[in-house]
């Protein structure tokens, strides 16, 4: 029970902090594509066949597996509910075993806990479930565990999102200096292997090999090459500083006592946060999510340096109110923002009411296909990939072409954002069909904020 106490309470933070947005119909255009495609997946269509997108399907298994035995939406806040659980108890132990410092421990727990609800982890985005797999392979090598099982949980991680690769160098050097012993480089690489090899084995038996190849590495190696921009960067790191400017700074003055004392606890767990960093900017659009991933390192190096400090209580507090008050104040506004009417919730509600025969749902969130329980006219869900310049070359389709086939099928409701966006990188041509179709074909149906409902004639 001792072992398992500090579990229960991370978990039980976890679950009391996310409660408020239990049942919120979505706060990232992401998390109802994975919803969906998960959906799919349970109904025996494969993912990718009927829904596209360019990440690995552990996201969409662990989606499915929470939505077999929990309803709507909540499936999804569950499983974020659970894995930030399970991230921060995985913290707690990497924590504790690299300082032997309990106290040490429960500050970097808490701190994944507090940390997890801005950079949009209030969201069900695959960041904090691919970090928790990340932080699960740290722990089996500090724990002594076989060298394939923690490459597994490294493999796990990288199913889920594949920037969780940056990490692999770190956690397998880390592996060789606890162990010294070259030849688990073997053991450990064959675990990482696996859950891939068993994905490619999937697919083959389904005759589905090229899709999965089309979809998790050309498209891929399209997105990899879009353009960087200072502009991007600089936003980046302002809001990163504003959120967990005390987290970092703690690291930054870790990593210096560490440049002095060179022992593992110090050490480590900055070059740890080095490598998920270069994993956050490996996209170059660095979206607020993407810096999940360098949490749990911040987390751990917020725990060493709290273990290194001298045991002076004033010492002590005067670092977690520096540390934490900035990721205090970031949770307490994304909770707000979270917690606003659910709009699109509602407007659910209404269209599943009158039982649509069929929707296209063209610039608004996704989620409304599964609350209105009706099946989407496309492959491409998420509506920037057609509505937007980037994604159509990303994904290989033709956006017009698509749209107009779409329209062609003359969907019952058409659902839009109101107004509509304008930015320099919406697809000006995508518009102007909708708005063409939508002046001829149908009538306004229903208003919300930030959402028209369009009936057909």
Not at 90 to 98: D, E, K, P, S
Not at 302 to 317: N, Q
Not at 417 to 446: I, M, S
Request: glycine share 6%; proline share 7%; with cysteine.
């Amino acid at each position: 029970m001792n072992r398992a106490f500090p579990a229960l309470v991370l978990l039980a933070a976890s679950v009391l902090t996310r409660l408020p947005v239990l049942h919120r119909s979505v706060l990232d255009w992401d998390e109802s594509l994975y919803f969906l495609m998960a959906q799919q997946w349970r109904l025996g269509h494969l993912p990718y066949t009927t829904i596209w997108d360019n990440k690995p399907i552990g996201i969409y298994a662990i989606f499915a597996a929470f939505q077999a035995v929990i309803p709507g939406v909540a499936a999804m806040r569950v499983a974020s509910m659970a894995f930030v659980g399970l991230l921060a108890a995985t913290v707690y132990g990497i924590t504790a075993r690299l300082t032997a410092s309990r106290a040490a421990a429960w500050v970097a727990g808490a701190a994944l806990v507090l940390g997890s609800l801005s950079n949009d982890g209030l969201s069900a985005n695959t960041e904090l479930f691919m970090a928790s797999f990340t932080a699960l392979a740290v722990l089996a090598v500090l724990a002594e565990a076989p060298a394939w099982a923690a490459g597994l949980a490294l493999g796990c991680a990288v199913m889920v999102k594949e920037v969780a690769v940056t990490e692999a160098p770190c956690i397998l050097l880390l592996l060789l200096y606890q162990r010294r012993d070259w030849r688990l480089a073997f053991p450990f690489a064959l675990g990482v292997a696996a859950p891939l090899a068993a994905i490619l084995a999937l697919y083959a038996a389904n005759g589905e090999l090229p899709l999965w190849w089309a979809c998790n590495v050309q498209a891929n190696l399209r997105r990899a090459g879009s353009t960087f921009t200072a502009s991007t960067l600089r936003w980046a790191a302002q809001t990163q500083a504003a959120r967990w400017g005390g987290l970092y700074a703690a690291s930054l003055a870790l990593a210096a006592l560490g440049a002095r004392r060179r022992r593992l606890a110090l050490v480590f767990p900055p070059l740890w946060l080095l490598c998920a960093l270069a994993g956050a900017a490996a996209a170059k659009s660095f979206y607020d999510h993407y810096f999940l991933q360098a949490l749990p390192p911040l987390c751990v190096c917020l725990g060493a340096l709290y273990a290194a400090l001298p045991p002076r209580p004033v010492w002590r507090a005067a670092l977690l109110l520096a540390a934490l008050a900035l990721p205090l104040r970031a949770a307490q506004h994304a909770l707000r923002d979270a917690t606003v009417p659910d709009t699109v919730a509602t407007a659910g509600a209404d269209l599943e009411a009158r039982h649509p025969a069929s929707l296209y749902v063209f610039d608004s969130q996704p989620i409304l296909y599964a609350l209105t329980g009706t099946a989407p006219p496309t492959r491409y869900v998420l509506p920037s990939v057609l509505t937007r310049k980037l994604l159509p070359g990303v994904a290989g389709v033709d956006a017009v072409a698509e749209i107009t086939r779409i329209l062609a099928s003359q969907p019952q409701f058409i659902v839009r954002r109101a107004p509509a966006p304008q930015d320099p990188l919406t697809n000006p041509a995508a518009y102007a069909l909708l708005d063409a179709a939508l002046a001829q074909n149908y009538t306004l149906w229903r208003s919300y904020p930030g959402i028209a409902v369009y009936a057909r004639k």
